[in-house]
């Protein structure tokens, strides 16, 4: 009787472990069958591609930016060497000025 038992036993274990490890199957596919479903849904792909895109016109504005930043400082410069060199006649119109009232007398 006891190996009776025993063999019932074993066969309902065995027969639940089965059941048991189909449905852990069948959860497995439903939940891979959500993340696509959401994944779909929810179109990260599409929102990837158009994150890429601004990024990339993001860059390249930058990029535009500095450039012109760059000549500006370029053009600041020669704008100061010839502000000092008006800065410089202005002085020498003042001597030349003591110089022609010199001679008109």
Same mark, same amino acid.
């Not at 601004?54 to 400082?73: E, G, P, R």
């Given at each position: ?5 025993? +063999?019932?036993? &074993? /066969?309902?274990? +065995? #027969?639940? %472990? %089965? $059941?048991?490890? #189909? &449905?852990?199957?069948? *959860?497995?596919? *439903?939940?891979?069958?959500?993340? $696509?479903?959401?994944? $779909?849904?929810?179109? +990260? *792909? =599409?929102?990837?591609? @158009?994150?890429?895109? *601004? ?17 500006? @400082?370029?053009?600041?410069? /020669?704008?100061? !060497?010839? /502000? =000092? ?6 002085? /020498?119109? #003042? !001597?030349? %000025?003591? @110089?022609?009232?010199?001679? =008109? $007398?």
């Amino acid at each position: 009787m006891a190996s009776a038992s025993s +063999s019932s036993a &074993r /066969h309902l274990f +065995s #027969d639940s %472990k %089965k $059941r048991l490890c #189909d &449905r852990v199957g069948v *959860n497995v596919n *439903n939940l891979g069958s959500v993340a $696509r479903q959401i994944v $779909r849904g929810s179109k +990260s *792909n =599409e929102i990837l591609g @158009q994150s890429i895109k *601004n990024f990339t016109q993001v860059d390249i504005v930058s990029d535009y930016s500095s450039q012109n930043l760059h000549k500006m @400082q370029l053009i600041l410069q /020669h704008v100061d !060497y010839q /502000h =000092e060199i008006m800065l410089d006649s202005v002085n /020498h119109m #003042d !001597y030349l %000025k003591d @110089q022609v009232t010199a001679m =008109e $007398r």
